[in-house]
């Protein structure tokens, strides 16, 4: 039986309005991107780990480390803020097609998500295979005071609930458990990305009890994320930093 081929793509251009210089940004200790780097390559299952930027000083610091290919700079019009990430993820597939290399998935690992582990990518890996999907997303349990159930939208001039169930939900105990995209993972089938989609077919989902769960877009984020960095790192030490 041919097992499938997954290809860790790690986009990680230059510019950031949020964050200055996100990238390569000291966290810690480290440049951003060296976090997701790190656990690319702790994976046992990635094919292929490759980082698409538009960064010379990124893809310089990236090629240091053996096993993360870097073998294009991305072209201006897919490094804006507004570039579709469905057409990163294609350039990089067209790359490797057109160099004789082909992969049944791609593994998204935004470098913005730094707290992730490298079992994560292997169970989501694993369990994409097992069910045999198109697409996999990772999420988070939506904590009970933001769930939908209790959620009001402004319309017309009134508030209303944005979700109506039949009944009305008063206990928190009663809460149906809802999830949102955390924004660790994404894994799709090549065939599906060249439809321009990145979840969609056969959607599963790894639901990730990652307590340090990030997704670094603001200031504040960086901020947050300054605060619980090294109790991340003491916590995973044994398994990740000796």
Same mark, same amino acid.
């Given at each position: 039986?041919?097992?499938?081929?997954?290809?860790?793509?790690?986009?990680?251009?230059?510019?950031?309005?949020?964050?200055?210089?996100?990238?390569?940004?000291?966290?810690?200790?480290?440049?951003?991107?060296?976090?997701?780097?790190?656990?690319?390559?702790?994976?046992?299952?990635?094919?292929?780990?490759?980082?698409?930027?538009?960064?010379?000083?990124?893809?310089?610091?990236?090629?240091?480390?053996?096993?993360?290919?870097?073998?294009?700079?991305?072209?201006?019009?897919?490094?804006?803020?507004?570039?579709?990430?469905?057409?990163?993820?294609?350039?990089?597939?067209?790359?490797?097609?057109? @160099?004789?290399?082909?992969?049944?998935? %791609?593994?998204?690992?935004?470098?913005? +998500?730094?707290?992730? /582990? =490298? &079992?994560?990518?292997?169970? @989501?890996?694993?369990?994409?295979?097992? %069910?045999?999907?198109?697409?996999?997303? +990772?999420?988070?349990? /939506? =904590? &009970?005071?933001?769930?939908?159930?209790?959620?009001?939208?402004?319309?017309?001039?009134?508030?209303?609930?944005?979700?109506?169930?039949?009944?009305?939900?008063?206990?928190?105990?009663?809460?149906?458990?809802?999830?949102?995209?955390?924004?660790?993972?994404?894994?799709?089938?090549?065939?599906?990305?060249?439809?321009?989609?990145?979840?969609?077919?056969?959607?599963?989902?790894?639901?990730?009890?990652?307590?340090?769960?990030?997704?670094?877009?603001?200031?504040?984020?960086?901020?947050?994320?300054?605060?619980?960095?090294?109790?991340?790192?003491?916590?995973?030490?044994?398994?990740?930093?000796?």
């Amino acid at each position: 039986m041919t097992h499938p081929t997954f290809l860790g793509l790690i986009p990680a251009r230059k510019g950031s309005k949020g964050i200055p210089n996100k990238n390569l940004k000291i966290l810690d200790d480290k440049p951003l991107v060296q976090y997701t780097i790190e656990t690319a390559l702790g994976s046992g299952r990635l094919d292929c780990i490759a980082l698409s930027t538009d960064g010379k000083k990124i893809m310089d610091f990236a090629s240091q480390f053996q096993g993360i290919e870097t073998p294009f700079l991305r072209p201006p019009e897919l490094a804006t803020d507004s570039s579709p990430a469905i057409d990163v993820i294609r350039h990089a597939i067209d790359y490797y097609e057109a @160099a004789g290399r082909s992969f049944d998935y %791609v593994v998204l690992l935004q470098p913005t +998500s730094p707290f992730r /582990m =490298p &079992d994560v990518i292997d169970s @989501a890996i694993g369990q994409i295979v097992r %069910v045999q999907a198109d697409s996999l997303v +990772s999420l988070g349990k /939506m =904590p &009970d005071r933001f769930n939908p159930y209790w959620a009001y939208e402004h319309s017309s001039g009134w508030f209303e609930r944005v979700m109506q169930p039949t009944n009305m939900i008063a206990r928190r105990q009663d809460l149906p458990d809802t999830y949102y995209r955390d924004g660790e993972i994404y894994i799709t089938r090549t065939s599906l990305i060249r439809k321009g989609q990145i979840t969609g077919g056969k959607v599963t989902a790894l639901i990730n009890e990652n307590q340090f769960a990030i997704n670094l877009d603001t200031m504040e984020d960086w901020v947050q994320a300054e605060q619980i960095v090294k109790q991340w790192k003491k916590i995973t030490n044994p398994m990740y930093w000796s």
